[in-house]
């Protein structure tokens, strides 16, 4: 009786500590954790004229900016030579749109126009009827309308601002799909979730989630990123199985990772991240190199003598003492921070700490350095 009433008090204490457990685990959506496999965007590209720029267009050095305006123009019946075609209203540019899954004959999405040439500005601009293709060759979507262009440019030549980039323009629900991307759900036999952060305890974890959702055994993890679902015989409809998946809250195990830019200084220390036992020094080493020029005169009524400049050059160095930290076993991002703010580091200074530390081997965590 005795043993019995200790492996229950052992479960109960188990079973707290894995509830305590869970409870720090952040937990998110199936679908802001996944994709599912087949159902995607599909990316459309065109070549088009847009017109009506004020003198910002491209140059007569753009050849082939005048011989689509000319090839444009014979279609519609117009006779002009393209070299003696004078038109700076005029940029080529290629357009791009994403062609959503699903997307059906009618439907509206934004495109963007790029120059192609060298036009100072769309700004203003009207793109012309542009066909967009596939990676396959066919035509999904057509784009036609007024170009919106987030910034300017004026001025010429040496006095001249620009602000953002006026040669790239979107011309919003400008596209629309001609042609429809077929995906039929309900001749699907298996759906493939693909993590966006390969894991194999989320990847677990999800699908438990699932088989648990549907009382079966229809979900199965084939690798970190891939878990495959079998669609029941005689179940719902797949959007609507779909629709229940993609709600579930599934635990997520982030990987320990340090994020740094060393262009801009900036650093992102992710919570788990753990750094051993170390001990650091830093100190700056600051030499500065300054050379002033001074003119050196002949002597009065010299012959033989010529002015010349003589440079002066002065070298001066400064370092300042070395500053210690020292870090325990297990200690956090907090203490380590800290610590690095109490010595006076700067940010681009962090980032060679943490690189350093890393080659000591004290940095539990993937250092991602971009």
């Known amino acids: 009786m005795r043993t019995r009433t200790l492996a229950v008090l052992f479960a109960i204490t188990l079973l707290v500590d894995l509830s305590g457990l869970a409870a720090t685990l952040q937990s998110a959506r199936v679908k802001d954790l996944t994709t599912i496999e087949g159902i995607r965007e599909n990316s459309l590209i065109g070549y088009g004229l847009v017109v009506g720029l004020s003198r ?21 019946g117009v006779q002009v030579p393209g070299a003696t075609l004078r038109v700076n209203n005029v940029a080529a540019v290629f357009v791009t749109a994403n ?45 036609q309308g007024p170009v919106t262009v987030g910034g300017y440019s004026a001025g010429t030549q ?16 400008g596209a629309i ?3 429809p991307a077929p995906l039929n759900l309900d001749s699907l036999k298996t759906l493939s979730f693909l993590l966006r952060e390969p894991d194999f305890a989320t990847a677990r974890d999800l699908a438990a989630a699932i088989n648990n959702e549907f ?14 679902v079998a669609v029941p015989q005689n179940a719902e409809a797949v959007p609507s199985m779909l629709a229940r998946i993609e709600e579930l809250l599934v635990p997520v195990h982030p990987s320990a990772r340090v994020v740094v830019n060393e262009r801009t200084g900036t650093i992102v220390i992710g919570r ?61 991002v907090e ?33 991602d350095v971009i």
């Open 56 to 76: 910002t267009g491209d140059s007569q050095q753009t050849i082939f900016s005048t011989q689509t305006l000319a090839n444009m123009l014979q279609r519609m």
């Open 99 to 143: 062609l959503p899954p699903f997307a059906r004959p009618g439907m509206q999405v934004d495109a963007t126009a790029s120059s192609a040439g060298d036009a100072k500005s769309i700004e203003g601009g009207f793109l012309l009827l542009t066909r967009l293709y596939a990676a396959n060759g066919e035509v999904y979507a057509t784009a």
């Open 158 to 173: 040496g006095n001249s601002r620009t602000v953002n980039h006026p040669t790239t323009g979107r011309i919003p629900s």
């Open 177 to 179: 799909v001609e042609k």
């Open 215 to 228: 009382k079966i055994d229809i979900a199965r993890v084939l690798d970190s990123r891939r878990i495959e």
């Open 272 to 332: 788990d991240v753990k750094v051993g036992q170390v001990s650091i020094l830093h100190g700056n080493l600051v030499i500065d190199i300054a050379t002033t020029y001074q003119v050196s005169q002949p002597a009065p009524f010299s012959k033989t003598g010529q002015t010349v400049v003589v440079p002066q050059t002065k070298v001066s160095s400064a370092e300042t003492p070395a500053r210690r930290i020292e870090l325990g076993e297990g200690a956090t």
């Open 335 to 367: 203490d380590l921070v800290r610590g690095l703010q109490s010595i006076g580091a700067t940010a681009r200074d962090v980032v060679s700490i943490l690189q350093a530390i890393q080659k000591a081997g004290a940095l539990q965590a993937e250092l």
